[in-house]
């Protein structure tokens, strides 16, 4: 069973529906892991970005997410995903997810940290929308440790909004899978590790995580 909120992914084993407020700007917190730097990020208002009319002529291979807790590359799939990584890669380039918090972690049931909303509430995206690609079979696990994928708000939603699966989850097959954790998983890990602020399982990261950049190769 899913539950409908804007930018937000469904939930299978559990139902959350507490929406996620911004996050405040704060120091960072160290862990064993991973040594973050403080950061200023706060929630802000989205750059006003043009859709791309038609699909890339050369495609990325990777996206690295430059975080104030270390690098982040993601390979893309751009054949099983060409409009989702063409749309990502306009956005990316226009500098749409600088300095943008990643605003919401869930730890019971489904293993994500989701990212790509630059007013940090869970409800902002650019002013357009485009077709979901990619979808998984509705099987156990079918977004495995590594995956990122699309969150939205109903079918064809999708906006800038993403999430990075850290342990193996399983969710109705609604959400674009456009590529997969090449390096710093880790880092995700250890950001789930040091939990939801105030407690809880589901809600903003204790650890402030932070897109300073996406770099595209």
């Known amino acids: 069973m899913g539950i409908k909120m804007k930018r937000f992914i469904g939930v299978v084993s559990i139902v959350i529906v507490a929406a996620v407020s911004a996050t405040p700007a704060h120091a960072a917190q160290k862990t064993s892991e991973i040594k973050c730097t403080s950061t200023k990020a706060i929630g802000h208002t989205p ?21 104030n807790c270390g690098n982040i590359v993601i390979s893309l799939k751009p054949s099983k995903a060409p409009i989702t990584i063409t749309q990502l890669t306009t956005l990316a380039r226009s500098g749409y997810f600088d300095n943008s918090l990643c605003h919401r972690l869930t730890t019971l049931g489904i293993y994500v940290l989701q990212c790509g909303d630059p007013t940090a509430t869970g409800r902002g995206g650019p002013n357009f929308n485009y077709a979901d690609e990619n979808l998984p079979d509705p099987v156990k696990n079918n977004y495995p440790e590594g995956i990122v994928a699309m969150a939205n708000s109903g079918p064809d939603t999708n906006g800038s909004q993403f999430f990075l699966v850290y342990g193996k989850t399983t969710l109705e097959p609604n ?6 954790i090449t390096k710093g998983l880790d880092i995700i890990k250890a950001v789930a590790k040091a939990g939801v602020m105030g407690g809880g399982v589901d809600g903003s990261p204790a650890q402030s995580f932070v897109i300073n950049k996406i770099i595209i190769n």
């Open 175 to 180: 959400y674009t899978i456009w590529g997969k």
């Open 47 to 67: 750059k006003v970005v043009a859709p791309a009319a038609k699909s890339l002529s050369k495609y990325p291979r990777t996206f690295t997410l430059e975080t």
